[in-house]
């Protein structure tokens, strides 16, 4: 008969029991699934949770997810890769990488065309069985031809095949002509693109303006010149668009015709609070297109209501959200929110949405100059401190402006030997840096469907903070696709690209990540 002890309690365990059954619990967890087994905090899609990239870093499902156990090697490989990313580049670049395609991850239908991507790309790296040799060392005179059918925005059209690309003077020429755009200011010692979080690479490097007043004051009046010359320019529709990169934000100013729009667009990600309180004292009317409110988008104008007009909508509001408990006769029993509380809730929500995707703004029409005018003369928009402290911002244009400097895109071609199932055989790669803009996105894979007879695979490394330049923008649309055509007839794009980026924009806030051309046909990914 077991005696009774006060205080013990039979599910009482010694120490060296409860660390056994530890052991055996975390043995238990490392098993594998039996078959027939679910996790019930699984994804419906079965699909591994992608993890939370870096801004322009690469394509997500372009490596494949490690499995759930790992050898030493395979573990030494990853934190190498994680403590030395830059290391990885060129061997990503050397391995080319074959880019697969799930059915998930494609739409259903193919196309001849891809879906216009207003994003702001860093890197292209296209794999092809075919060389890329064509694309390296250009002739002077293939070089000054691709400049001067650049500026001259010459129309090219190459067959839909080029037998031999590397004796396709035409080809060259027009490759050249794809890798221009133009930047205000440049500084060939300081990199300009990206600006929102390049301090650690502009850290150490000469800006004798940061402390240096007077220099600052002639930057900015030089850059407000070049600013307006473009704004100009796109109000005359003799310039498509162009990007205002400031190093906490960016802007997206679209001529009229472009997108589906009818009116002159800008579009700003990410902002706060107090920039679009500031917005709204200048008299900027604007609009946060992925906010809704009473299922609408939200709204905000620089004309206010006064407050007692305020007052009476804000408590029509609070009584009709009420309502309901009167007709069930609780109404004395619960404690109504005062109007304070309410409004702080309010403002807790527009600050959690600070610096995320959903708090793009959408200005339109004549709004877009007095944005103009705010942007000029806004003294949030350049840093006070660090190593941007002082510098304008960057002016991105596919078309030359006052001030404007042309530069080009950096490409380079490698052939390397990869395993197949036979031995090995040969695979051929194309890199693009620099900012790459949605024209020359076009403009190269244009080129790219001719010399690779209408083969190859894509990787598209996004600047981050301008994937939600492709969401969908609400108002009135252009039908009239030919006298879009006919009003930009002289932006300086090629007419295929162009009809391209008058399309609407259908990839939400997410960008281009894979392509692939297979018999002239694309499949993507975003």
């Not at 008969?1 to 120490?15: D, E, I, N, T």
């Not at 709204?280 to 004309?303: Q, V």
């Not at 309010?346 to 949405?353: D, S």
């Not at 399309?503 to 046909?521: C, E, F, N, P």
């Amino acid at each position: 008969m077991a005696l009774s002890v006060p205080g013990y309690s039979p599910s009482f365990k010694k120490p060296p029991e409860t660390l056994r059954l530890r052991r055996k619990r975390a043995r238990s967890l490392r098993a594998p699934p039996l078959p027939g087994e679910r996790n019930p905090f699984a994804r419906l899609d079965n699909r591994p949770r992608a993890a939370a990239e870096p801004p322009d870093g690469p394509p997500r499902g372009q490596q494949e997810a490690p499995g759930p156990f790992l050898d030493a090697n395979q573990e030494n490989d990853l934190l190498r890769e994680e403590k030395f990313p830059e290391r990885t580049a060129d061997t990503e670049l050397l391995q080319a990488p074959h880019i697969s395609f799930s059915e998930s991850d494609i739409p259903s239908s193919d196309s001849t065309e891809l879906p216009v991507d207003w994003s702001i790309k860093t890197r292209l790296l296209f794999t092809s069985s075919q060389p890329f040799t064509w694309a390296d060392h250009l002739k002077a005179q293939e070089e000054a031809q691709g400049v001067v059918q650049h500026c001259r925005a010459t129309e090219v059209t190459l067959p839909q095949s080029i037998q031999d690309p590397k004796l396709s003077t035409e080809l060259r020429c027009a490759f050249q002509q794809s890798l221009i755009y133009w930047l205000h200011p440049a500084f060939p010692w300081l990199p300009l693109f990206p600006r929102i979080g390049a301090d650690r690479k502009m850290a150490g490097k000469a800006s004798p303006w940061s402390n240096d007043e007077t220099l600052q004051h002639i930057l900015m009046s030089d850059w407000s010149v070049s600013f307006t010359s473009l704004y100009n320019l796109l109000k005359t529709k003799l310039c498509p668009y162009f990007y205002v990169c400031t190093y906490q934000f960016t802007v997206l100013f679209r001529a009229a015709g472009l997108a589906g729009n009818d009116v002159i667009t800008a579009l700003i990600s990410p902002t706060t609070r107090g920039l679009r309180e500031a917005m709204k004292n200048e008299g900027i009317e604007f609009s946060l297109p992925l906010i809704k409110e009473n299922g609408h988008e939200k709204k905000a104008s620089g004309t206010t209501l006064g407050h007692e007009e305020e007052q009476a909508v804000s408590d029509e509001d609070e009584e009709e959200s009420f309502s309901w408990l009167e007709e069930m006769g609780v109404q004395d029993k619960i404690k109504k929110p005062d109007i304070l509380s309410i409004k702080l809730r309010k403002e807790k929500h527009e600050v959690q949405m600070d610096h995320r995707p959903e708090s793009v703004v959408l200005v339109k029409g004549m709004n877009t100059f007095t944005l103009l005018n705010f942007l000029i003369n806004c003294k949030s928009l350049i840093a006070t401190s660090g190593p941007q402290a002082g510098l304008p911002p960057t002016l991105l244009s596919p078309i030359a402006f006052r001030g404007a400097t042309m530069q080009m895109l950096k490409a380079r071609s490698v052939n390397v030997k990869t395993q197949a199932l036979s031995g090995y055989k040969d695979q051929f790669s194309l890199e693009i840096t620099g900012p790459i803009m949605p024209h020359s996105l076009h403009s190269v894979t244009m080129l790219l469907k001719s010399s690779q007879s209408g083969s190859f695979s894509a990787g598209l490394y996004t600047h981050e903070p301008t994937a939600v330049f492709n969401i969908w923008l609400p108002g009135k649309k252009v039908q009239d696709k030919e006298t879009v055509h006919e009003e930009l007839a002289n932006c300086g794009l090629h007419p295929k690209t162009l009809d391209q980026l008058s399309q609407t924009a259908m990839l939400g806030k997410s960008s281009l990540r894979h392509v692939k051309m297979s018999d002239y046909i694309y499949n993507w990914r975003s």
